[in-house]
């Protein structure tokens, strides 16, 4: 979980760069801004899409006291700017369709928004494994050149934060789903919004708000935490302490920090020159951690250099430089030559150097990166030799870019709901898809805790977004039928157990997730059989946005599909065995076994020792005994950090929901 605070140290420089950039230019840089003073919010933008059979909310800024008129496939809607200029406007439901031509007009400014859609707004909204990109997923290539659905859109909400709820966006562009465009969509999403577009046939728009390594607490406002200003106040105090002491900290192993990169200037890399005097630099071991080596709470970039030597034939064949894991982003040279450059933390690195670039004897490898090399590094030879580059290399910082609000703002309750969810409140949504929860089980408290927390989440989204004065209405919302709210409940992670374990963080979380299904509209995806052990970002994320989409379709459509998989209903006690009942069987309870038997199952008996269990499918039934415990009284499927054996399924191949029957 570690690569996550690299992540966060570049995101927000990211972001504050284009904060400062958007200040400056706004005028020139927005796309729907006039010089007259119209400006519409950056979700009102060429190519965007709006939710169908609802009244469209439209909204902006423009010269106090100005008239506002909108005009939108016929139908006219009409306002004023109030005193401090901003205005709001409602126009009639729509249905799905397009593309269209949304005009506004106020005095002399005018506004003209070409190819807008009307279809199903869905909010992407998470941490990093909804920020995953379909670029570093499973058959990245074939998905990207696949992409050919204009239909299909998505809008990236750029990450960035704010003490105080604000009214536009940092940034962000609507894209289609084209091999030029999809690769850096979100991968559960895309996924998910593909299939409703083969169920519904009606345009897909998604807007994208994540952040990876956020908790839940910052996508939730202040009043919904029912945080007093006095609380707000300590804990501003107390980041800005800790944010002053890493810096101060930098400063007396840098000095003066560099803000400009003296390795790369003007697109020349004279740190990258095989020639260059690199004596002076320090040392850094690799693969590791910039804060193991003392840069704890640094952003910016920094150079690593190493020198290897390749004899005649590997020279003259070539080789294939591999980067395992690299935060975030590097761009890599040998001999001065560039090889490649990568973009993304979860993406594979594999540069083929051809012959002409290596020498017979010495060569220099040089990589820029932002946040570190924290993988393994080595030479594949031509005859499929690994030789491995890790050892000590040359180590120089070419720019700190420290903020003050430091590495970890996406912890800090409320701040990216100001700036990256508040702002885009009056907009009118079909619903929501949510994929957080890792960075809420780092312990059993934490887990706990997130039970009530994702509740109060739901319905604070739920209320804010259209439950305010002066707000339309959310899609076919209600109070009595509040927008859909779908999320992913946590996959396989960790080692796996080797005994039934007596607590599980990972699989408390579930819990607490599975507990918001008592809310209305609500359901969830199961993903226990899709995770890696080593890996927190696993790569299979069509699973993931395919099952999300099967819970839409029946729940939210109306589609009449199974759309789960097998999960607890009861169980009776038969001598020494228990008969456990399930419900969402569909088509009948498979195993993914051989020999038919099913894993993932422990039982215990007053004792509360849990020991594994034998399992078999009778009559769509589950029988669970195990011969050290004569007299079950409890049982847990799947009910690990990583549930080793878990391979319950229905015939429409969806898991079984990991559950336990005891509450000790």
Do not use: C
Not at 161 to 173: R, T, V, Y
Not at 205 to 231: H, K, P
Not at 253 to 260: D, H, Q, R, V
Not at 274 to 281: E, G, Y
Request: aromatic share 10%; hydrophobic share 40%; no cysteine.
């Amino acid at each position: 979980m570690r690569s996550w605070s690299h992540r966060w140290k570049l995101a927000v420089l990211a972001a504050t760069v284009a904060a400062v950039i958007s200040a400056r230019l706004e005028a020139q840089t927005t796309p729907a801004a006039t010089k007259t003073g119209l400006r519409l919010p950056r979700l009102f933008a060429d190519g965007m899409v709006l939710q169908r059979d609802t009244p469209i909310a439209v909204w902006g800024w423009a010269d106090p006291g100005t008239d506002v008129a909108i005009v939108f496939r016929g139908a006219t809607g009409h306002t004023k700017a109030i005193y401090d200029g901003t205005w709001r406007a409602s126009l009639p439901p729509a249905r799905a369709g397009g593309p269209f031509e949304l005009s506004i007009q106020a005095g002399t400014g005018r506004v003209d928004l070409h190819d807008v859609l009307v279809g199903d707004v869905w909010i992407a909204s998470g941490q990093s494994n909804m920020e995953f990109t379909v670029r570093e997923g499973n058959n990245a290539a074939q998905e990207i050149a696949a992409a050919k659905d204009p239909m299909l859109r998505h809008f990236k909400v750029p990450t960035s934060w704010s003490k105080s709820p604000e009214n536009d966006l940092a940034g962000g562009e609507w894209s289609a789903a084209d091999s030029s465009h999809v690769g850096a969509f979100s991968a559960v999403a895309y996924f998910f919004a593909r299939e409703l577009r083969r169920a519904t046939n009606v345009p897909i728009g998604i807007v994208n708000t994540t952040w990876g390594g956020s908790n839940i607490e910052t996508w939730m406002s202040r009043d919904a935490q029912q945080i007093t200003d006095s609380a707000w106040s300590v804990t501003m105090q107390s980041e800005d302490t800790r944010t002053t002491k890493v810096r101060d900290s930098l400063r007396a192993k840098l000095g003066a920090l560099p803000t400009i990169d003296s390795g790369l200037m003007n697109g020349r890399a004279p740190w990258a020159d095989p020639s260059f005097d690199d004596s002076s630099w320090s040392e850094m071991t690799v693969p590791a951690y910039w804060e193991a080596h003392g840069y704890a709470g640094m952003d910016g970039v920094a150079w690593y250099r190493f020198a290897f030597d390749v004899s005649e034939a590997e020279a003259r064949g070539g080789v294939m430089l591999t980067l395992a894991a690299i935060d975030d982003d590097d761009i890599a040279w040998i001999n001065g030559a560039e090889v490649g450059r990568t973009a993304g933390y979860n993406v594979a690195r594999n540069y083929r150097i051809p012959g002409g670039i290596l020498h017979t004897g010495r060569n220099m490898l040089a990589v820029r990166v932002g946040g570190g090399i924290n993988g393994a590094v080595s030479l594949i030879l031509g005859d499929g030799r690994q030789r491995s580059l890790a050892g000590t290399w040359k180590f120089k910082v070419g720019m700190v870019s420290f903020q003050p609000d430091g590495q970890l703002i996406n912890k800090i309750p409320s701040v990216l709901y100001n700036k990256m969810l508040h702002p885009i409140l009056p907009f009118s949504i079909k619903g929501v898809i949510w994929y957080q929860g890792e960075s809420n089980a780092n312990n059993m408290q934490q887990a706990l805790a997130y039970r009530g927390q994702f509740k109060t989440l739901i319905e604070s989204w739920r209320h804010e977004w259209g439950g305010r004065s002066g707000r339309v209405r959310v899609g076919n919302a209600s109070p009595g039928n509040p927008f859909p709210f779908l999320w992913v409940q946590l996959p396989n992670f960790g080692p796996p157990d080797r005994s039934p374990a007596t607590t599980a963080t990972w699989a408390t979380q579930r819990e607490s997730m599975a507990a918001a299904l008592v809310l209305p509209n609500t359901g969830q995806a199961i993903t226990i059989d899709v995770g890696e052990t080593d890996n927190l970002h696993p790569k299979n994320k069509q699973d993931v946005g395919t099952r999300l989409a099967r819970v839409a379709e029946r729940s939210v459509y109306g589609n009449p599909l199974i759309a789960e998989g097998p999960s607890y209903r009861s169980h009776r006690v038969r001598g020494d065995t228990l008969v456990v009942e399930f419900g969402g069987v569909g088509g009948g309870l498979i195993t993914a076994s051989n020999d038919g038997r099913v894993g993932g199952f422990a039982i215990a008996g007053a004792d509360h020792r849990f020991v594994w269990a034998n399992a078999r499918i009778v009559a769509n039934r589950v029988e669970v005994w195990s011969d050290d415990v004569k007299a079950p009284v409890a049982l847990r499927y799947a009910w690990a950090n990583n549930p080793i054996g878990v391979n319950l399924y229905n015939r429409e191949r969806l898991p079984a929901a990991p559950f336990r029957t005891d509450r000790w």
